[in-house]
């Protein structure tokens, strides 16, 4: 589990293909790596990915095939992404409860300055737009958001300087696509509505 508060940047600086997906080597210098351990789970622009092998100030994971289908930002050799490690059960929550598994791939159709913040719309697929709600939680490339907006398939965010200084969301652009996942809560509400009238 994460809260998607990210605490790094790092850089994918190694991208080897495997049978069927990509064994990726992460240059992490602001991670602190001294406490992760082989195994730990570290999450990449919101995927969960496992660390390996560790280095210095990298370490290694590998991406299966199904992953990098559902998934945006995990092949590009030289790519930033957003990190954060695994919260442990005493960790305070400053974000929410996100699982690190990506529910889709959502289009950004705007990203631009409003006073001292950026408003960024975002089109979710359409799978996905019933689970998001106004001033509800969603995570974008890891990042704990709350939504300002909701009108059909978009929503609006209002991000904080604090925020475009410390992600990867700076570079995001019209156009670009991310990973999304939805409220961890909106899920099981849905699943417990459906399961009873099965």
Same mark, same amino acid.
């Given at each position: 589990?994460?809260?998607?508060?990210?605490?790094?940047?790092?850089?994918?600086?190694?991208?080897?293909?495997?049978?069927?997906?990509?064994?990726?080597?992460?240059? @992490? =210098?602001?991670?602190?790596?001294?406490?992760?351990? %082989?195994?730990?789970?570290?999450?990449?622009?919101?995927?969960? #990915?496992?660390?390996?092998?560790?280095?210095?100030?990298?370490?290694?994971? &590998? +991406?299966?095939?199904?992953?990098?289908?559902?998934?945006?930002? %995990? &092949? @590009? #050799?030289?790519? *930033? /992404?957003?990190?954060?490690? @695994?919260?442990?059960?005493? &960790?305070?929550?400053?974000? !929410?409860? /996100?699982?690190?598994?990506?529910?889709?791939?959502? *289009?950004?159709?705007?990203?631009? =300055?409003?006073? *001292?913040?950026?408003?960024?719309?975002?089109?979710? =697929?359409?799978?996905? @737009?019933?689970?998001?709600?106004?001033?509800?939680?969603?995570?974008? &490339?890891?990042?704990?958001?709350?939504?300002?907006? +909701?009108?059909?398939?978009?929503?609006?965010?209002? #991000?904080?300087? !604090?925020?475009?200084?410390?992600?990867?969301?700076?570079? %995001?652009?019209?156009?670009?696509?991310?990973?999304?996942?939805?409220?961890?809560?909106?899920?099981? /509400? *849905?699943?417990?509505?459906?399961?009873?009238?099965?």
């Amino acid at each position: 589990m994460f809260t998607g508060i990210i605490t790094a940047i790092g850089k994918i600086s190694r991208v080897q293909p495997l049978e069927k997906g990509l064994r990726l080597t992460v240059k @992490a =210098p602001g991670l602190k790596l001294a406490n992760v351990a %082989l195994g730990d789970s570290i999450a990449h622009g919101g995927v969960c #990915l496992t660390v390996i092998k560790k280095m210095k100030d990298s370490y290694q994971v &590998d +991406v299966s095939r199904e992953t990098l289908d559902c998934t945006v930002g %995990l &092949d @590009a #050799l030289g790519g *930033e /992404v957003n990190l954060e490690k @695994a919260m442990r059960l005493s &960790d305070f929550i400053g974000g !929410h409860l /996100v699982s690190g598994h990506v529910d889709g791939v959502g *289009e950004v159709e705007k990203f631009e =300055p409003i006073g *001292e913040s950026h408003e960024l719309v975002i089109k979710a =697929p359409k799978s996905l @737009a019933k689970y998001i709600a106004r001033k509800g939680s969603i995570v974008v &490339d890891g990042v704990s958001l709350t939504t300002n907006s +909701v009108k059909g398939r978009r929503f609006s965010i209002n #991000l904080i300087p !604090h925020t475009i200084e410390v992600t990867t969301l700076k570079h %995001l652009h019209p156009g670009a696509q991310v990973n999304l996942e939805i409220d961890l809560i909106a899920r099981y /509400v *849905e699943r417990m509505l459906s399961a009873g009238k099965a």
